[in-house]
């Protein structure tokens, strides 16, 4: 299986909606060509940012329709699926291939406590009702699940688990899903937007990094600057965008990235209910954090 493609950035992008919270496509059509601009690697339809999980599957059918539309083969398009049990992250599976993206991430499933070998049946089923690649998606703060390094390392025993997006913010983790899998072709991607340099010294071949979706460009350039053996331009790139990532706690998950969004002019929207929007104060912290960056004027 061709897996040369999963590399550099990768944004999870945004989704609009409208007054119905359903998918606004002009809205969808221009972040897909804001991201593009800024130089990315790929893209991937409903990740966290894109909420997923306020979206019924007729929505998430179209963001994702959309977009590989918008995208017309310029770049990967990733598919992110977010359900709790088996049966649907197959039908969700089956949905991505069906629209032709070229790959698929899932998370664990949420509010329940899988055991590790519930996990390992879990995401070996989902593997066999497919054939698109499968990045595993990590993100224990959000899921309450944590996929293991020896998890891990039997996954990646499983053809078309090709990788993993570590959420975890534990470098240690991290290394180890590297150390691990490096003679095997497996991908470790970062997940952290304060932590991609240190994933990617480590051996990561890039990330899904939210704040992609605002600056796209400053994320390429740490990743660019990496492989080019400019560590220093990287290191520089990253602390630049450091403040960004660590801004996101100025509203509830994922407010901030469609705020900052419209601060620069995107026009994203909304957030889906229950999420609504910062606090005057923390929009203004916000807007002077982008001012300070360059990206708002």
């Given at each position: 299986?061709?897996?040369?493609?999963?590399r550099?950035v990768?944004p999870?992008?945004?989704?609009?909606?409208?007054?119905?919270?359903?998918?606004?496509?002009?809205?969808?059509r221009?972040v897909v060509e804001?991201?593009?601009?800024?130089?990315?690697?790929?893209?991937l339809?409903?990740g966290s940012n894109?909420?997923?999980y306020?979206?019924?599957?007729e929505q998430?059918e179209?963001a994702?329709?959309?977009?590989i539309?918008q995208?017309?083969?310029r770049?990967?398009v990733?598919?992110?699926?977010?359900?709790?049990?088996t049966?649907?992250?197959?039908q969700l599976?089956?949905?991505?291939?069906?629209?032709?993206a070229?790959?698929i991430?899932?998370?664990?499933?949420?509010?329940?406590?899988?055991?590790?070998?519930?996990?390992?049946?879990h995401?070996?089923?989902?593997?066999?009702a497919?054939?698109?690649?499968?990045l595993?998606y990590?993100?224990?703060?959000?899921v309450?699940n944590?996929?293991?390094a020896n998890?891990?390392?039997r996954?990646?025993g499983?053809?078309?688990?090709?990788?993993v997006?570590?959420?975890s913010g534990?470098?240690?983790?991290?290394?180890?899903?590297?150390?691990?899998?490096?003679?095997?072709?497996?991908?470790?991607?970062?997940?952290?937007d304060?932590?991609i340099?240190?994933?990617l010294a480590?051996g990561?071949?890039g990330?899904?990094?939210?704040?992609?979706?605002?600056?796209?460009?400053?994320?390429v350039?740490?990743?660019?600057?990496?492989?080019?053996g400019?560590?220093?331009?990287?290191?520089?790139?990253?602390?630049k965008?450091?403040?960004l990532?660590?801004a996101?706690n100025?509203?509830?998950f994922?407010?901030?990235t469609?705020?900052?969004?419209?601060?620069?002019?995107?026009?994203?929207?909304?957030?889906?209910?229950?999420n609504?929007?910062?606090?005057?104060?923390?929009?203004?912290?916000?807007?002077?954090i982008l001012?300070q960056?360059?990206?708002?004027?």
């Amino acid at each position: 299986m061709d897996t040369s493609f999963i590399r550099g950035v990768i944004p999870p992008i945004v989704t609009p909606v409208d007054a119905e919270e359903c998918v606004e496509e002009q809205g969808l059509r221009r972040v897909v060509e804001h991201v593009i601009a800024g130089g990315v690697h790929g893209i991937l339809s409903l990740g966290s940012n894109g909420e997923f999980y306020g979206l019924d599957h007729e929505q998430q059918e179209r963001a994702v329709h959309m977009t590989i539309e918008q995208v017309a083969g310029r770049v990967p398009v990733y598919m992110g699926i977010g359900a709790i049990t088996t049966k649907e992250c197959v039908q969700l599976a089956q949905m991505g291939e069906r629209q032709h993206a070229q790959a698929i991430t899932i998370l664990p499933p949420m509010f329940l406590t899988p055991s590790e070998e519930e996990l390992f049946q879990h995401f070996r089923k989902i593997a066999e009702a497919t054939a698109l690649p499968i990045l595993l998606y990590n993100n224990p703060d959000r899921v309450g699940n944590n996929i293991s390094a020896n998890l891990i390392e039997r996954l990646a025993g499983i053809p078309n688990i090709v990788g993993v997006k570590d959420s975890s913010g534990d470098l240690t983790l991290t290394a180890e899903y590297i150390r691990r899998t490096r003679d095997t072709g497996f991908k470790v991607m970062a997940g952290r937007d304060v932590m991609i340099l240190g994933s990617l010294a480590y051996g990561a071949v890039g990330c899904v990094a939210s704040t992609a979706n605002i600056v796209p460009a400053l994320v390429v350039e740490i990743y660019e600057k990496f492989i080019a053996g400019d560590l220093a331009g990287a290191r520089e790139a990253q602390f630049k965008l450091a403040p960004l990532r660590m801004a996101f706690n100025l509203a509830s998950f994922p407010v901030v990235t469609k705020e900052a969004m419209n601060l620069i002019g995107l026009d994203v929207g909304a957030s889906i209910l229950p999420n609504t929007g910062c606090s005057q104060m923390n929009r203004s912290k916000l807007a002077d954090i982008l001012k300070q960056m360059g990206a708002l004027v």
